[in-house]
């Protein structure tokens, strides 16, 4: 049975068969699109193939961007919907039966710092393929994107000249991001070096590899974890710690909270919040460590 038949048989019943109010069937319905779509991209287009390893990488993806009550609201719609669909169809299996909400406490994200930024830029060498990766990561990082983001960014949406680049994110959302000179020098030099040798078939997107087909969200992971291994980096840093450390450091230089969101594109504020968390942790750390080294002068008297 097709994703798409289930959840539109699943809405038709919530609204007339159950009379949900339209307030609730219109956030399942919101939720639902999120996860087709997800599970279309990994494709999966089928409600037989679905299983909870798939669920599970879905919402860790969901819960990168979405704070915990947003995942649990996430969670309920799947449980209702995979419940629906399995007592009307009873030769599909339940997949979400063990599948729990989470703690509203949620883990700080992991960042990249300074110094890590700077070891990993200066580790690519002069060739093509080099050029392509460093590309690649100064965008991400530089401009905050999301890797779908990244992939997507379309040659016309990267304007040098203004130092902006526009962005289609979740839900179609357009935002404009101003990039930095070294951003722009970066994408210049890719450009002008490597991209029009590569581009054999014209393709709109920015990023194209040596055989001419546009850049994958499997690359940029696979690319990331080989580089942070290479350079014996913290292993949990992973794509969306670029996504995060733009937004830290935006902060670190006393950026205003609203205008972080609007560069991140979050619908809500409370997902940006986090960044704040992040700040006071080093904060205290680094106060405790004064404080440790004081008292360590002191025993050294």
């Not at 991140?264 to 460590?289: A, E, P, V, W």
Request: net charge neutral.
């Amino acid at each position: 049975m097709k994703l798409k038949e289930a959840i539109d048989d699943y809405l038709i019943n919530g609204r007339v068969v159950a009379q949900k109010s339209s307030k609730t069937m219109d956030a399942y319905q919101h939720n639902l699109v999120v996860y087709a779509k997800y599970l279309e991209n990994e494709s999966i287009i089928n409600v037989e193939d679905i299983t909870i390893l798939q669920i599970d990488s879905f919402l860790n993806v969901y819960a990168l961007d979405h704070v915990a009550s947003s995942v649990n609201q996430m969670i309920a719609t799947l449980h209702s919907f995979h419940k629906f669909t399995s007592l009307n169809h009873p030769e599909y299996k339940d997949p979400t039966t063990s599948l729990r909400g989470i703690n509203n406490n949620r883990h700080l994200p992991v960042y990249c710092s300074i110094a890590d930024l700077k070891k990993l830029f200066e580790s690519f060498g002069s060739s093509n393929q080099d050029i392509y990766h460093k590309t690649i990561l100064v965008v991400l990082y530089s401009c905050g994107l999301r890797v779908s983001e990244l992939c997507d960014l379309r040659c016309n949406d990267v304007h040098l000249s203004q130092q902006i680049v526009k962005v289609k994110g979740k839900g179609d959302k357009e935002r404009i991001i101003p990039m930095a000179s070294a951003c722009c020098e970066q994408i210049e030099e890719y450009m002008r070096l490597v991209r029009c040798d590569w581009d054999k078939k014209h393709i709109p997107q920015l990023f194209v590899n040596r055989l001419g087909h546009p850049c994958t969200r499997q690359y940029v992971h696979h690319l990331i974890k080989e580089k942070v291994n290479a350079l014996d980096l913290d292993p949990r840093i992973s794509a969306h710690s670029f996504r995060h450390s733009f937004a830290t450091h935006l902060l670190d230089g006393h950026a205003d909270l609203r205008i972080v969101q609007e560069l991140l594109g979050h619908s809500d504020i409370q997902t940006t919040q986090i960044y704040t968390h992040i700040q006071s942790d080093r904060l205290k750390n680094t106060y405790d460590s004064y404080f440790l080294w004081t008292d360590k002068k002191e025993e050294e008297k």
